[in-house]
């Protein structure tokens, strides 16, 4: 069975950090590649950032220079480093595996006060 589990969201200041995990188990994890999206309320879910299996890394323009995606193969995680965060990324973020298939975590709300 395969379970992608986020966590680390919460409630932060404008100008403040979080760091989201997301732990994956029943999956070959080195092999997938990650990512992270987000949707906010009343919008479409949208590609956050990506770090491919070769540690290839992509992100959206509104969060580059601010978050930095990265993973560990041997703990089976994916991270997402969110620094200088804008009321604008308040949003419920989910974590995606993809190799062909595509898995998702339930997603963890992080919400950034102005």
């Known amino acids: 069975q395969v379970q992608l589990v986020e966590s680390g969201g919460g409630l932060v200041q404008s100008g403040g950090s979080l760091r989201l995990s997301c732990a994956a188990s029943?999956?070959?994890?080195?092999?997938?590649?990650m990512g992270w999206y987000r949707q906010a309320p009343g919008k479409q879910r949208e590609l956050v950032a990506i770090i491919t299996n070769d540690r290839m890394t992509t992100y959206a323009e509104s969060v580059k220079g601010r978050f930095t995606i990265s993973r560990d193969n041997a703990k089976k995680t994916v991270y997402l480093q969110m620094n200088s965060l804008k009321p604008e990324d308040t949003a419920v973020y989910y974590c995606k595996a993809r190799r062909v298939v595509e898995y998702w975590g339930q997603g963890t709300q992080v919400t950034v006060s102005s």
């Open positions: 029943g999956i070959v994890f080195s092999i997938f590649d």
